[in-house]
T-cell receptor, first 112, second 111 residues
């Protein structure tokens, strides 16, 4: 069974204090690993897709990396507007039809 | 707005009542997914449609739940005889390739 574990559960940062979020996964044949941002009361917003170990993607202050067992979401010089829950999900290959298996998320709070 | 839309955004019902939610995917997205999310957890997969065919259902989807996508466009999710444990956010997502784009969700509260 596919499994995703995110750590830490919650992270409090000062504005400008860089840090990383972790996503550990086990999946039968990884088709893709996805990062989403979710604001309270809203649906998840797509950020990145990573397909193979060693791949990196960047968007503004966010950078996602992938190894064979985990992914990291690096946040450089965060701002208060980066406060949200960050979700990691995996998509298995084969006949899974593309369903996503999510972790429980990391709640990020950035204080001014 | 060309994103995924869901209706209603909020639904409060009494235990035992039936409820129906609607999802309108992004135009030309042939894949449609339903997920359920409870407080403090990530979304959990419920069911998947490719065009009008329902190709996968989770074990979470008991026989009180039914989903349809009659013409391969919008989809409905019905819950019969609601229970308090059904209280959650119901999310719809659509895709044409691997990336799934989510709607704003329907928040269901069962009293």
């Amino acid at each position: 069974e596919d499994q995703v574990t995110q750590s830490p559960e919650a992270l409090r940062l000062q504005e400008g204090e860089s840090s990383s979020l972790n996503c550990s996964y086990t999946v039968s044949g990884l088709r893709g690993l996805f990062w989403y941002r979710q604001d309270p009361g809203k649906g998840p917003e797509f950020l990145f897709t990573l397909y193979s170990a060693g791949e990196e993607k960047e968007k503004e202050r966010l950078k996602a990396t992938l190894t064979k067992k985990e992914s990291f979401l690096h946040i450089t010089a965060p701002k208060p507007e980066d406060s949200a829950t960050y979700l990691c999900a995996v998509q298995a290959g084969g006949t899974s039809y593309g369903k996503l298996t999510f972790g429980q998320g990391t709640i990020l709070t950035v204080h001014p | 707005d060309t994103g995924v839309s869901q209706d209603p955004r909020h639904k409060i019902t009494k235990r035992g009542q039936n409820v129906t939610f609607r999802c309108d995917p992004i135009s030309e997205h042939n894949r449609l997914y339903w997920y359920r999310q409870t407080l403090g957890q990530g979304p959990e997969f419920l069911t998947y449609f490719q065009n009008e065919a329902q190709l996968e259902k989770s074990r979470l989807l008991s026989d009180r739940f039914s989903a349809e996508r009659p013409k391969g466009s919008f989809s409905t999710l019905e819950i019969q005889r609601t229970e308090q444990g059904d209280s959650a956010m119901y999310l719809c997502a659509s895709s044409v390739k691997n990336e799934q784009f989510f709607g704003p969700g329907t928040r269901l509260t069962v009293l």
